[in-house]
């Protein structure tokens, strides 16, 4: 059973940064299988959406294309840890982050293949 801690998550102008840790008690590597790490959010009132994903064999990366450029997914294999890298926040990125590892599915961002997922990490952006 993997299991997934987030944090790094809290209050932070419009404009700012913010950095989102993803630890994991593993990285799952099965042969002939793509399994990898996604992050996605879910605001209030609205439905979760896929922010970004990671191979977890190779390091590939893709992401949604609303997000991409201002978001930056990397990992650290002797933390077993992912992150997410936010930057020039605005209001509208307010929600709670989520992030989650499975095997990889052409419709990652709606969380199709993804088994385990963390507790989440609220973000709140304001002046």
């Known amino acids: 059973q993997v299991q997934l801690a987030e944090s790094g998550g809290g209050l932070v102008q419009p404009g700012g940064s913010l950095r989102l840790s993803c630890a994991a008690s593993e990285f799952i590597l099965e042969d002939g299988v793509t399994y990898g790490v996604g992050w996605f959010r879910q605001a209030p009132g609205k439905e979760r959406e896929g922010i970004s994903w990671?191979?977890?064999?190779?390091?590939?990366?893709e992401y949604a294309d609303s997000l991409e450029g201002r978001f930056t997914i990397s990992r650290d294999n002797g933390k077993n840890t992912v992150y997410l890298q936010m930057n020039s926040l605005n209001t509208e990125d307010t929600a709670v982050y989520y992030c989650?590892?499975?095997?990889?599915?052409?419709?990652?961002?709606?969380?199709?293949?993804?088994?385990?997922w963390g507790q989440g990490t609220q973000v709140t952006v304001s002046s």
């Open positions: 989650a590892m499975g095997v990889y599915s052409a419709y990652w961002t709606h969380g199709y293949g993804m088994n385990y």
């Open positions: 990671i191979n977890n064999r190779d390091g590939k990366t």
